[in-house]
C-alpha cells in the first residue's frame, strides 16, 4: 500500500467504517421492508398474505428440528456477540498520533512529537491573512503521518487567497521540516462568529 492511500485511509478513519456499517443497516431495512409489503400485498400469493405472521407450518418446522434450530440460534448470538464487542473496543480505541523519528542513528535519537507537530502548523497557521484561530491535529502512523487541519476564518476572507498561501508556506514549511515529500491533510473551514464587533 503506498503512503498516500494510508495516509488517505487515516484521515478518513473516523468515518469509512460508520459509513460501511449504516449502508449495509439500511439495505438490510430496506430488503426486510420490501418482502414485508410484498406479503401484505399479495405479491407472494393472496392465501400466505391472510396467514398470521407466526406461520404455524414455520413454527411445526422449528418444532420438528430443534438442534438445528438451536445451533442457528447460537451461531447468529455468537457473531452479534462479537460484532458488538469488536465495535465497542473500537470506539474506545485511542486513534493514533504519530511521533516522527527525525534520526535513527544507533548513537542519537531525534523525534518529534505529534503534539509538537501540531503545534508548530498550528502557529503558522494562525499567521495566513484571514484565519483568526487554527486548530491541527497529527494522525496516521509514524510511516504514513497525515494532518487534520481546522481553520476558523474572518468574514469576508478570500478563502482561494488563504488556501494558497496554507499550500504553499504552511503544509510546504511542515513537509520541508519533516523530511518527508507527502503530506496529507484534510482541511475543515469555518467562519469565526466569536468575534463581535464594538459599537461605539
Given at each position: 500500500m503506498s503512503r498516500r492511500s494510508t495516509s488517505a485511509k487515516a484521515l478518513g478513519r473516523s468515518y469509512g467504517t460508520e459509513r460501511a456499517l449504516t449502508f449495509s443497516v439500511g439495505l438490510l431495512a430496506v430488503l426486510v421492508c420490501a418482502v414485508v409489503f410484498g406479503v401484505s400485498f399479495g405479491l407472494f400469493g393472496r392465501y400466505r398474505a391472510q396467514r398470521s405472521v407466526l406461520d404455524p407450518m414455520a413454527l411445526t418446522w422449528l418444532w420438528r428440528h430443534p438442534t438445528l434450530t438451536?445451533?442457528?440460534?447460537?451461531?447468529?448470538?455468537?457473531?452479534?456477540?462479537?460484532?458488538?464487542?469488536w465495535w465497542f473496543f473500537r470506539s474506545l480505541r485511542p486513534e493514533g498520533r504519530p511521533d516522527l523519528e527525525l534520526d535513527r542513528t544507533p548513537d542519537t535519537a531525534l523525534t518529534v512529537t505529534a503534539a509538537a507537530i501540531a503545534g508548530a502548523v498550528q502557529?503558522?497557521?494562525?499567521?495566513?491573512?484571514?484565519?483568526?484561530?487554527a486548530r491541527a491535529r497529527a494522525?496516521?502512523?509514524?510511516?504514513?503521518?497525515?494532518l487534520r487541519l481546522t481553520l476558523w476564518l474572518f468574514a469576508g476572507t478570500?478563502?482561494?487567497?488563504?488556501?494558497?498561501?496554507?499550500d504553499t508556506r504552511v503544509l510546504a514549511r511542515a513537509r520541508e521540516s519533516l523530511g518527508i515529500d507527502v503530506l496529507p491533510t484534510a482541511v475543515h473551514l469555518e467562519l469565526d462568529t466569536g468575534t463581535r464587533s464594538r459599537v461605539v
Open positions: 438451536q445451533c442457528l440460534g447460537l451461531a447468529v448470538g455468537v457473531v452479534l456477540l462479537v460484532g458488538g464487542l502557529v503558522d497557521a494562525e499567521t495566513v491573512e484571514g484565519v483568526s484561530r494522525v496516521g502512523d509514524v510511516d504514513n503521518p497525515a478570500d478563502v482561494k487567497k488563504v488556501w494558497e498561501e496554507l
